[in-house]
Structures are given as C-alpha cells and as structure tokens.
C-alpha cells in the first residue's frame, strides 16, 4: 500500500481526523488553491455526534447524520482524502506514520479528538457500551432490541427485568438525553411492540459524579431536566460514582448497587493524543498543550485543535469545553492564519465566542442556555430542532432527519426497529479478507 | 431459554418464516381472533428482496425496504413473534424444534423460503458475494465503497483495475439490475468522488449460462435490457457458465477468464427445507411437494408456501416462478382454506394469477411485460417504480424510499457512502455475548 500523493510545489497541509474540528479547517483551507490539502480519518465520513443518542434509540439512521467526506469535497482537486489508521508521528522527518506508508508535510494539523475513558476499570470496559462513534450507537440500538426479545424467552422474572433495565452513567448531554429517549419508549412504543412483556419491572437509571446533572450548564437548566427526567420516570443518582459492574449489578463508590444487564457509558473521555511528541505537551487528560494560534508547544509546523487540544485562553485556563463549537471556531480560525502567515501577515490569536449550549430530554422538552438568555420547555425543544437540524451536514440529511422528526412526533413511534446482524455483514467482510490475501 | 406462549383453546397455527408468503399469510390469517398465530423469524424484520440490489448500490438504506415484524402486528393481541432460529420439524409430536425450545402447533405453515445456491463450487462460496439477504447487500456496498479507497494506494495498474472491476454472474433481475447501478455509478456518481483515479480500467461484466437475460420475460423485454446495458457499457457473456474464482480471476467452462477482484454470485437459489420431513417430499431444487391446498404430501397438518414450496397447476406443472406474487398469493389463499376447514367448508385449490413481471435497467430505463401488454423505456421505468413504491410495507418507508429516488434522480448521486465497520459493531455485540455468559 502507498499513500499515493501527488508531489507538487505548493505546500502541503496534513489533517488527521475530520470530527468537527478537522473538517471545519479543511473546508476552509482548501478554498485557497494554492494549498494541498490531505485528509486523514479511519472512516470515509464524517460523524454528527450530537445525535448519536437517536441513533441509539431507533430515532434516526446513521446515515442521516454521518456524511460521505468524498462528497463535502468533490469538487475541490487540491483535496486528498485518505482512509487509514494514524500511528505516530516523525516531527525530525516532519511526517506521519500510517497504515499506507509514510505521508509527509509542511503543516501539520492533529485533530483526532476524544474517546470513551473508562478510568482503568477493566470489568466496565469489557462490559459497558459506550457512546463515542456511530457504530456503537448502532451497536447499543442492537442490543437494547436483542434483550427485549431475549425477554420473552427468560424463566425468571430477575431475569427478565435484568434484561429491560438500563444504567446510564454520566449526566451529561448525552446521558440525559438518552435516559430521557428511553423513557419515552418505555411509556410509547416498547408495550405496544411487546404487549406479552410487563413493563413495570423496566427500570432507568442516570448516574452522575457530581452534585448535578449537565454540569456545564446554568442552575436552571440543570434543576429542570432534572425535573423533566424524574417525571418521565428516570431514577436520578447524583454523587454516585460508578466503580464496578459484573453483568448483572453495577455498583458504585457510595454503596449504591443497581440491578441491569446493561450499562451506558457517557461518562468521561480522554484525548488521543499522537505518538512520537515531545511527552511534555501531552497535559490533563491526554491533550495537547497549544498556544493561542492552536501551535503544539515547541514544533513550528505542528497545529493540533477541538478535544485533543487545550488551549489557555481567557476565562478557560484549562482548556476549552470538549464540544463542536470549540473545535469548529479553532479549525476556521486555524485555516485563516495559515493563510496570513503565508501572505507574510501575522497570525491573530484565538479567541473562543461562547454561543451558549443546550441539551433535549424528551418530547417537548429541552433546556437551553444563550449567552444572554436562558429558557426550557417547548420552545427550548422547538431551538433544539431547528439548530441540530440545521448543524447537520447535506440537505438531503436535513430533509431526511426532519420527516424522521416529525413522523415520530406524530405517530409517538420510532421506527428504525431493524436488528442488523453485524456478524453477518462481518464474516462476509471476511471473505474480502481472503480475497486480499489472495491478491 | 423458553418459548412462552401462553396456551389458549384456540388453534395455534405456527409459520415459519416472514418472508412475503409468511407475512402475507400472517396477516391474513390473523384476523380472525379464535386462531393463535405464532411467527418465527430468524429476523425481527420483513425484507424486501426486490430492493436489495439499490441497498448495495447505496442508493437507499437497509431500514427503507425493511419493516419491523413487531410493527406489523402491534394491535394483534393473537400474534406472537419469536427470533429464533428453527432447526427441524417432529410431525408425531406436533413440534417444531428451535432455539427458544420445542414449539407446539396444530397447523403448521412453512415459508422458510430459498437461499444462494453454488452448485457445490466451494472456491466461488469463499470468495463470492451473495445477494440474498439485505446484510448481504449491505457488505456489498461495503465491499465496493472499500475497493475505491484501497484502489487509490496500489502501485500496478493491473491491481487497481482488479479493484474496480465487478463481475456479476447471473442475467435475472438482480443481476440486471446491479450491473445497470453499477454502469450508472461509473458514469455519474464514482468519478466526482475519486478524481485521482482512472475510470477507464473499471470493468462491468455481466455473465449468464443461457443464451439470453431475464429469461423468465418476453423476448422483447429480454433483447431490450441487452441493448440498455451494453449502450450504459456492460459487457454481456452469454452463454457462460461460472466454474471458478481464484480473488483475481473469474473463470468459465467455455474458456472466458476475466480479471476481477469482485464476483457478485446472483446466479442461483435452492429452498431451505426442515428437517424431519419425509425425504420423498423433497424434490428438485430442495423445494417441499406440496398439493393445491399447500399441504405438504402425506401430512394433514403441515403445509408449505412460497419459494420452498413446488406445486404442480396447471401450466405450471414444475412449481411456480419463485418471485415474491405466487408467495403471497398462495399465503393469502392458504389464510382462508384454514378459514373454510375451520367452518366445516371445502377448501379450494390455488390458482396462480399472473399479473405479469418487470425489471429496471438504470435511470429512464426499465422492461414490463404484463399479460396483455409489453412495454419498455421511461413509462416502463416510472411503472417499475409505481409498483415497487406501493409494495414496500409502510408508509414512512414509501416516502422516505420516494425522497432518496427523486434525490438521486435530480442530483445523479446516491450520497448513502459511509463504510460502517460490521467488524466493530460485531466486537461490541461480543461484549454482550460476554454479558449473558455472566448471567
């Protein structure tokens, strides 16, 4: 395998991972055509975190909200997209090790992001689904559907409730948002789907650390999806910290222990930092300390930004917040100063604009804080909507995603209620293996 | 693992399979409420076959042309479904045996259908990709999306081209279909996508063992879909009988060698009948004898419909075609013989209704041959799509199927690209795996 890049004279920009951040820089980038661009990612498409929990819960397809990255840059020849893993990085050689060989540079962009962070618990992580690509989304849509079949066919009812019971663990976006979605298919679609089961023996269960749910958000937003779950039914524990789970109880620090086959977690990332940096940029929770202009400390032509990056800069001394906005404002204003420096301008310091953040919990519901305006209930929801939807990458995407939205708004149904075997689509990607081999 | 089905003095009618004979047959028959219908699927999810080859053409997803069982029946207190897979039938005892336990019936129906037949070539089964269920197509769509990515970072022509080749074996409608998709992606979609490659050397063969394609239409239809295929650029080999595939080179017993990494196996179909039935019922293909009321030979209470079933009426004296109207027409009429024996009535022998068949070559491009009239072209193509809008199950999935067409058609592009990798989705179902051993 070869990377198979054209040499050319112009400079060449190399972007590790296309979240967010990474996309949002080579979109700009590549406008100037002076430039070549080099886009490295695992998949060939880019990934609306956001939404992973709809995913999960029957909502939406992957598809609706994860986008072709060839697509966004058809029509941009100075564009090179390469799928492959990223194994380190040479900065002496000023070049990175991948699965198609070594691929050179003249900027450098490390935009790899974040993953699940199970804080050394080997037992959760062997056993807990996480929530982080939308293949796992899809992979806990799957096993949330298996378990409500395995249900029928149980003898016991410990059994059976173990089966329908969820622990989601981190109170955050995500962990409310999808106790939340739970909940509401517990009240609307699974008695309808399964009338042979009782429904009352399914308990939900949110977990979080702290003293409060969405931490990062206002008192009021905080206090009222706190609210809003409880009145779905959600059973909230707070300043529980979760430390064990042996496939039937979880159980915490505080001596709390829960019965469920199936845990969630949302409960923490950590960076993913590149091999092959000076060990000293790599700060708290595996990020890499840069300087207002994304610069990794001590490399002149090493840039990295979004979750893997921190950055001191204002009121956030350790960083920005782990989320999209971030990384996005970083990845544009990355692009623009490239550009100065290059015009032999100099480079303008990063400054973060906070356009506040929000969070749903259920049909009608959702908190939101704007800078200068907080608010919750069905209007918050109707801004939820229409911000997610137009975040969303494609108008088909939007289109698809909408009518998905309002189809299960009127009907009270998700209907994505499809178990899609992976094995078997695996054993016959294995069969492209044996070709390969072959070959 | 148990079965529980709750006993009732009604009836239990046990049907294996949901395929369009089982659920046509299902849903019929479920209506009258002194009966207790038991479904069994290995899927939770209805398929719907004549699609699949736009599923692996990425043009729509798995979740449009498939449809949620549980769905179907919602307000059918008399319906119980089980995902399981049955292993064989015991007619003394009036069981069927499956991995939920025994299951007892009064009547049983079986519909289990036909899988991808190889004729016994182990070489072609390791490497070929198959067609015949929508995880297949799925893992084809998979295979090609990867085949571009992997063709970018080879260094000899001839393994680039080896990549982007597809030999597709078999000139019936799937066969017709895919190879007609994949001549429109060539044209419109993959050259936008990958600029750095040279199309010229992707090749498009599409081989059948008769003298003719779509051998079951008019010969209008038949010589028609020859010349749309050959003027999008299909190379067509009649004539050819596939007898080995090394992952390089697809070869011929006439002689034809053909290098391609891609052999797409639609070329062949036996019925997938149980175990424990006489083995004289068992006739050609693997298909179940079966009288004109579906009863299989020497059983009173044991019928069988659709592809796994061969009755012999009128100019059908072989079986009838195995497409998906002689299914559900034969589970419709089996629905009200059970009706009619129920109430003491005669039952009344099945008559096939011919209402014709038709086949899409690509974009504008379709053949109809209806009993009284054959046409083809555009007002064949809108037809086509017509009827296979109104036959998919459910209304979202008619819109949202409508939407992806008239997209594609407008933008010339399927834009459903994204790899999904089985293999990770696969690992974290391993972790539930885990999760059941432990309980």
Redesign the interface.
């Known amino acids: 395998?070869?990377?198979?890049i054209?040499d050319t004279n112009y400079k060449r920009v190399v972007i590790i991972g296309a979240g967010f951040g990474g996309l949002a820089l080579a979109r700009e980038i590549a406008k100037r055509e002076d430039l070549q661009v080099v886009l490295i990612d695992r998949?060939?498409?880019h990934q609306f975190q956001p939404l992973f929990y709809q995913v999960a819960m029957a909502g939406l397809?992957?598809?609706s909200i994860?986008f072709?990255l060839?697509?966004v840059f058809?029509s941009k020849?100075n564009v090179?997209i390469?799928?492959?893993e990223v194994h380190g990085v040479n900065p002496d050689r000023k070049s990175v090790d991948t699965d198609?060989g070594e691929i050179t540079y003249d900027y450098l962009v490390i935009a790899t992001g974040a993953s699940t962070n199970y804080f050394g618990m080997k037992e959760i992580e062997?056993?807990?689904?996480?929530m982080k690509?939308?293949?796992?989304a899809?992979?806990?849509r799957?096993?949330i559907?298996?378990n409500f079949?395995?249900a029928?066919?149980?003898?016991s009812d410990d059994?059976r409730e173990?089966l329908m019971s969820v622990v989601v663990v981190g109170g955050g976006p995500t962990g409310v948002e999808l106790s939340g979605t739970l909940a509401e298919m517990r009240a609307f679609i699974l008695p309808?789907?399964?009338?042979?089961l009782d429904f009352t023996g399914m308990q939900i269960h949110l977990l979080e650390g702290s003293g409060k749910l969405l931490g990062a958000m206002s008192e009021e937003s905080s206090a009222k999806s706190k609210k809003y779950l409880e009145e779905m039914g959600v059973i909230i524990h707070t300043e529980q910290v979760v430390t064990g789970f042996?496939?039937?109880y979880v159980s915490t620090k505080q001596g709390l222990r829960l019965r469920a086959?199936n845990l969630v977690w949302a409960a923490g990332i950590k960076a993913n930092p590149l091999n092959g940096l000076n060990p000293d940029v790599i700060v708290r929770g595996g990020r890499i300390k840069v300087d207002q202009y994304n610069r990794v400390q001590g490399y002149d032509n090493v840039f990295a930004l979004g979750d893997v990056a921190t950055m001191s800069e204002g009121k956030w001394e350790n960083g920005h917040p782990q989320l999209a906005q971030p990384a996005m404002q970083q990845g544009k204003a990355l692009a623009r100063n490239v550009w100065r420096v290059m015009d032999g301008k100099k480079a303008i310091p990063f400054v973060y604009k906070d356009l506040g953040s929000m969070a749903t919990v259920g049909r009608n519901r959702a908190v939101v804080d704007l800078p200068f305006w907080k608010f919750q209930g069905f209007f918050a929801w109707l801004t939820w909507m229409f911000v997610h939807l137009m975040s969303i990458v494609?108008v088909?995407n939007r289109?698809?995603t909408l009518?998905n939205w309002v189809?299960s708004y009127i009907t009270y149904?998700q209907?994505?209620?499809?178990?899609?075997?992976?094995?078997?689509?695996?054993q016959?990607?294995d069969?492209?293996e044996?070709?390969t081999?072959?070959?």
Chains 1, 2 share one sequence.
């Open positions: 395998m070869l990377p198979n054209p998949n060939n498409y397809e992957p598809s994860s072709p060839r697509k058809q020849k090179h390469r799928i492959t198609l062997e056993r807990a689904i996480p690509t939308v293949s796992e899809l992979a806990l799957n096993r559907l298996q079949e395995d029928l066919s149980v003898d059994q173990g309808k789907d399964y009338p042979e042996d496939g039937k086959d494609g088909k289109v698809l009518i189809w149904d209907s994505l209620r499809l178990i899609l075997k992976p094995k078997t689509i695996a016959i990607a069969k492209e044996k070709n081999e072959v070959v």
